[in-house]
């Protein structure tokens, strides 16, 4: 289930990819059937495995001609020269991360001038419901720890070259998901309610009026936003900031 569009980030044939914060490599996927050339990078090793798995499947099966490497490392602490990618893909990973700021300016570093991105993040509102429905929310280690406000993170893209030119929402079907989980409990993996509506999410994949029926939602409560944009020169950041 890919919380990026790939028609407002396209892809080709050739394109050096990083997705960072890869998890257990949905977007990766996508770009290995494009025939591209990806990297992707996570700190859960055991996310990073369930994507090799995958990967080497969908090898077997010949359903793309893809390059892949996958690494654990930090995600917004990268071993890379300045403008080594041509896209770079940040999913549901800045609300994790304790200086988002130098986050997304790493980001823009490693994207090559031209090049686009990416970067998801939960919606302010849904957040704010998950908050008051559970302490556990941002007090997980791992989990959450920042509401994403997305005039700031286009503020920060745009201080780092990054020129935002779409906005696009997802996962509506998911943010009654994790408000069953916040009530019964986030570690509660056997409460019944979240079990039941988990099939039907699992059922919506599979139904197109059900994925129509979610881009509508979309509109109203979705889980997630996108912001896209594309790494001006260095010419245009400093007409920018004047």
Known sequence: MLTVDFRKLPIGQGDLVLDAGCGEGRHAFECFRNDCSILGMDLNFQSLLKARYVLGQMKERKEGQGKVLLLRGDTLRFPFQDETF??????????????????????????????????????????????????????TPGGHVRKVIPQTLARFMEESGLQVYAVGFAHAFHSPYWMLRCIFGLHQEKAVLPLIYKKFLHLSLFSRPLRL???????????????????????SVVRSCK
């Open 213 to 235: 029926l979610e881009k509508l939602c979309n509109y109203f409560f979705p889980k997630s936003i996108i912001l896209y944009a594309q790494k001006s020169s260095s010419e």
């Open 86 to 139: 041509d896209k770079v893909i940040c999913a549901e990973v800045i609300e994790h991360v304790a200086d988002d700021r130098l986050g997304i300016a790493e980001l823009g570093r490693i994207l090559k001038t031209g090049g686009k991105i990416a970067i998801t993040v939960p919606t302010l509102f849904t957040e704010h419901i998950y908050d008051q429905l559970s302490k556990e929310y941002y007090r």
